[in-house]
């Protein structure tokens, strides 16, 4: 490798490490030519012989205001529609561990005890508002569910997080919004695909202190096996 062409790791390595979920964002509105570009950035994703299974919603401005008073109002009523069912049996016990772990470590960094329920319930209107965020990307895999296509969304979703953080954007994913699929579906008119993940994202506010709660990573060898 030449030293001319050892920016280009860096810069990857930049962008991936550094790369987290911000929960508290600026109201500033992102330009729309940043907005396309970003977008058209992602649809570079790979996938299945190359079926680009995704389909993206985007909110921002009056329709990002009415889907959030949508949300809020139907987690007030205990109205939850989810296309991918969880389950506690989708963990296995190491899984199960680390989740454990960061809820823990997490919610003592906000300060909110296993007990304290006003505070949590504070805390997931503001999830629910997609953390003030100015716009929100909603990411639906083909209504077969076919696991397949369902891991091809996956990867579109990495690729827009990349892209987003390449143009100094930031971003969270956020599982919670696709407990809300019927809702978000008639708020937005959507037909047809199932709700995997949001995203909500915009400029992240420098000052608030949960924007920098570090979760770290499992050690190499505790993911990896590399077979010779």
């Given at each position: 490798?030449?030293?001319?062409?050892?920016?280009?790791?860096?810069?990857?390595?930049?962008?991936?490490?550094?790369?987290?979920?911000?929960?508290?964002?600026?109201?500033?509105?992102?330009?729309?030519?940043?907005?396309?570009?970003?977008?058209?950035?992602?649809?570079?994703?790979?996938?299945?012989?190359?079926?680009?299974?995704?389909?993206?919603?985007?909110?921002?401005?009056?329709?990002?205001?009415?889907?959030?008073?949508?949300?809020?109002?139907?987690?007030?009523?205990?109205?939850?529609?989810?296309?991918?069912?969880?389950?506690?049996?989708?963990?296995?016990?190491?899984?199960?561990?680390?989740r454990k772990a960061w809820g823990a470590?997490?919610?003592?960094?906000?300060?909110?005890?296993?007990?304290?329920?006003?505070?949590?319930?504070?805390?997931?209107?503001?999830?629910?508002?997609?953390?003030?965020?100015?716009?929100?990307?909603?990411?639906?895999?083909?209504?077969?569910?076919?696991?397949?296509l369902t891991a091809d969304v996956g990867?579109?979703?990495?690729?827009?997080?990349?892209?987003?953080?390449?143009?100094?954007?930031?971003?969270?994913?956020?599982?919670?919004?696709?407990?809300?699929?019927?809702?978000?579906?008639r708020t937005l008119g959507v037909t047809?695909?199932?709700?995997?993940?949001?995203?909500?994202?915009?400029?992240?506010?420098?000052?608030?202190?949960?924007?920098?709660?570090?979760?770290?990573?499992?050690?190499?060898?505790?993911?990896?096996?590399?077979?010779?």
């Open positions: 490798m030449t030293a001319g062409t050892n920016e280009l790791p860096a810069t990857a390595e930049g962008l991936i490490r550094g790369r987290r979920a911000t929960r508290a964002f600026l109201p500033d509105p992102v330009p729309d030519d940043t907005i396309m570009a970003i977008f058209d950035l992602a649809r570079s994703a790979p996938s299945n012989s190359n079926t680009q299974p995704w389909q993206v919603e985007v909110a921002s401005g009056p329709a990002r205001v009415k889907l959030a008073q949508a949300i809020l109002a139907a987690d007030r009523a205990g109205e939850r529609t989810v296309d991918f069912p969880p389950s506690e049996n989708n963990y296995t016990p190491v899984h199960a561990s680390r470590s997490f919610y003592a960094a906000l300060g909110i005890g296993p007990d304290d329920q006003d505070l949590l319930a504070e805390y997931n209107a503001k999830s629910l508002n997609f953390y003030g965020a100015p716009r929100v990307a909603l990411l639906y895999a083909p209504d077969s569910g076919d696991p397949r990867m579109y979703a990495q690729t827009l997080l990349l892209a987003m953080s390449a143009y100094g954007v930031s971003s969270c994913p956020q599982g919670i919004l696709s407990f809300y699929a019927d809702t978000i579906r047809g695909g199932k709700l995997l993940v949001g995203i909500s994202f915009g400029y992240a506010d420098p000052t608030a202190a949960i924007n920098r709660i570090d979760v770290g990573r499992e050690p190499l060898t505790e993911t990896t096996r590399f077979h010779y």
